[in-house]
């Protein structure tokens, strides 16, 4: 059974940082790309950023850009979202998607809450 299993998500106070993970398990994720997409209430999920199987490129959205990184672990069959400077407008449900030639898989998300 294919699962991505997303953790690192939690209370943070505005300009602090968090390190969301996406673990693979029942699917090597370096055989494909890696996003992280997020989701706040009552708008549409949105891409925060990509990596590719090796890591090689990498894109972000327009709103994150310089202040979020996106990196892999291939030994550890992981991908991180490292965010800094956060702000409240950053508070969302965090997913983890991948995608190959032949397959897609979505996490359950994690969610991260951006308040003083």
């Known amino acids: 059974q294919v699962q991505l299993v997303e953790s690192g998500g939690g209370l943070v106070q505005p300009g602090g940082s968090l390190r969301l993970s996406c673990r693979g398990s029942?699917?090597?994720?370096?055989?494909?790309?890696v996003a992280w997409y997020r989701q706040a209430s009552g708008k549409e999920r949105e891409l925060v950023a990509t990596?590719?199987?090796?890591?090689?490129?990498?894109k972000y959205g327009g709103s994150v850009k310089d202040r979020f990184a996106i990196s892999r672990n291939n030994a550890q069959n992981t991908v991180y979202l490292h965010m800094s400077s956060l702000k409240p407008e950053d508070t969302a449900v965090y997913f983890c998607h991948f995608s190959s030639v032949r397959y897609t898989y979505w996490g359950q998300g994690t969610q991260v809450t951006v308040s003083s």
């Open positions: 029942g699917v090597t994720l370096s055989t494909g790309a």
């Open positions: 990596i590719t199987g090796y890591g090689d490129v990498t």
